[in-house]
């Protein structure tokens, strides 16, 4: 600043800074208002909490009780479903989002968007009841698939458990699947394959050394993010479970409510700090690989 | 090219839709026709369904959760438009710091998010429910930005900003008659966005004891299970339908996006 100032030969200091404000920053100030009060401030807010005791002196207690039963098997329990139901959900959605892309008329690939879009994002509350209602114990879906000889309900099998929000939760999941993929599908290009045949590769030797190196990166980035929306998922659980399943948002949001109450009144902050880090190792990395294939994405 | 190649049958895309055609379509079917059951007679009907319209409630919270997606896709576009347009045209260094800060959101999970704000913001904001909307801003953030910044990006911005003023416009004239329709397909984009997420959003809601739309269907479904799929069935399936109809309907515009 103070370089640029000189280099401009402006007439004072103050007068220059305020020039350079009015010139620089101002417009945004309204949004960076916005974004600093309602979310930043809240944010940092709860990371200092976090590390205060009941007497509001330093301390590490919450955390190292955040890492001890029963929190330890609700973020293992988190990590897990995110991690399973993006396994699940990455390869068919991808192999979806690839038929879809490359063989689909433009009307199509506009509907399949917008169906994915509704799918992937009104979740919550609705779709916990939309499966009650179709694979609960009355449900049609439990008896077709029960006179097909696959009874649900005959083990411990229940949509509040692991299994059965599993099952719930790819039902966003593989939507999201197919949005977050898709543009990387859209920008293989067609010369790459054919200029990989005119140089006498087959369909199996474009995939090994162009295609799948190509895409791969995107395929990470996009399981990265479904697992953060699987790790995170709050709505969902809280309306199938009934406390059976111990999950670190469930645990959070039980905290919160009051419900549940801990010696420590700052835990909850301090295992919504965990539940942070841990979402940031999936979604900054997504965003890292996202900036760096937009590069070679772009026409 | 691609005209050929849309009249040719497709196994592959033909295999996929119909795999997950049943994927989306089997359970939600089937759950219409849990929710149109009626118990006492053992036959079908639309109990439940008139049961939910003609709860006062409904209409109620149908209400305010429209009212408060409204206001908060109004704070998005008059927030937004206007900042992102000086951005790209000033190459402002704070480009960058706002790009990141506006994708900061994805990385925070809601539930921390809600304790966050639960914990940090004064009585006065904790007492509104004007609160909401610029939580929903927050939540809707990344993606309205990335929609207006891509349709900004495709237009040639500087060129018509400079033709509009110096035809006499003034900054909000130039804003409002010539940048949002000429951007009309991500700003519609953005509007439907903002007010699909505010119309859901569920977390934040519940966590901060406001009471709308979505959390009154738990509520509901505390005594009357079967009117609470009824209503979620609704909240799922009409803008479903809504949104692929209209999908379906409106010609595709031609001059946006791509080259």
């Known amino acids: 600043m103070t370089s640029q100032v000189i280099e401009e030969g402006a007439p004072s200091r103050g007068r220059a800074f305020l020039a350079s404000f009015i010139k620089n920053i101002l417009p945004a100030v309204p949004l960076l208002l916005i974004i600093g009060f309602f979310f930043l401030f809240p944010i940092t807010r709860m990371i200092y909490v976090s590390f205060l005791s009941n007497d509001n002196a330093f301390t590490l207690e919450n955390f190292k009780t955040a890492i001890q039963e029963p929190y330890r098997t609700g973020f293992i329990n988190s990590i897990k479903i995110g991690l399973f139901s993006a396994a699940i959900a990455a390869f068919p959605g991808a192999l979806a989002a690839y038929f879809i892309e490359t063989r689909g008329s433009s009307k199509l690939r506009r509907t399949i968007a917008v169906m994915s879009g509704v799918l992937a994002n009104t979740g919550g509350v609705p779709l916990a009841f939309m499966f009650y209602a179709a694979l609960g114990i009355q449900g049609y879906l439990t008896k077709v698939l029960k006179h097909l000889g696959w009874d649900l309900y005959s083990g411990t099998f229940s949509l509040g458990s692991f299994i059965g929000l599993l099952i719930v939760y790819l039902y966003f999941q593989l939507p999201l699947m197919v949005i977050v993929f898709s543009p990387a599908i859209v920008s293989l290009r067609r010369e790459w394959s054919e200029a990989a045949r ?45 406390g059976n399943l111990p999950l670190t948002p469930l645990q959070i949001g039980g905290l919160l409510d009051g419900n549940v109450s801990a010696a420590q009144l700052n835990l909850g902050k301090a295992l919504g700090v965990v539940m942070i880090v841990i979402s940031a190792c999936a979604v900054i990395p997504y965003l890292a690989i996202q900036r760096r294939s937009a590069k070679w994405q772009k026409r | 090219m691609a005209k050929a190649l849309r009249v040719k049958f497709q196994p592959p895309l033909a295999l996929t839709l119909l795999i997950l055609g049943f994927f989306v379509f089997l359970p939600m079917l089937s759950a219409f026709e849990y929710s149109i059951r009626t118990p006492l007679t053992g036959g079908y009907g639309w109990t439940h369904y008139i049961w939910a319209v003609t709860e006062d409630d409904f209409f109620h ?5 429209m009212w408060l997606a409204g206001v908060t896709v109004l704070i998005t576009l008059f927030v937004l438009v206007p900042t992102l347009t000086w951005l790209h045209l000033s190459n402002s260094k704070v480009r960058g710091l706002i790009d990141g800060i506006s994708l900061l959101p994805l990385v925070i999970p809601v539930v921390a998010f809600a304790v966050g704000a639960q914990i940090a913001f004064p009585e006065f904001v904790q007492n509104t429910v004007l609160e909401l909307p610029f939580l929903y801003f927050v939540l809707a953030l990344p993606y309205a930005y990335r929609s207006l910044d891509i349709g900004l990006n495709s237009i040639p911005l500087k060129t018509i900003t400079e033709a509009a003023r110096s035809a006499g416009a003034n900054w909000m004239r130039t804003i409002t008659t010539v940048i949002v329709p000429v951007i009309r397909g991500s700003v519609m984009a953005t509007i439907a966005l903002t007010f699909a997420l505010s119309l859901g959003e569920y977390t934040l809601t519940v966590l901060l004891h406001w009471d709308t739309f979505p959390t009154w269907v738990t509520y509901v479904a505390q005594d009357n299970i079967l009117g609470a799929i009824a209503i979620s069935m609704m ?13 379906l309907f409106v010609p595709e515009r031609s001059t946006q996006g791509r080259k």
């Open chain 1, 198 to 242: 005119n140089l006498g590769a087959s369909q199996f030797n474009y995939w090994i050394r162009i295609g799948i190196p190509l895409l791969f990166p995107s395929f990470i980035a996009s399981f990265l993010l479904l697992f953060a929306s699987g790790f995170s998922a709050y709505a969902t659980a809280n309306a199938l479970t009934v």
């Open chain 2, 235 to 247: 909240s799922l399936i009409i803008p479903f339908l809504i949104l692929t109809v209209i999908t």
């Open chain 2, 61 to 65: 919270y149908i209400l305010r959760s």
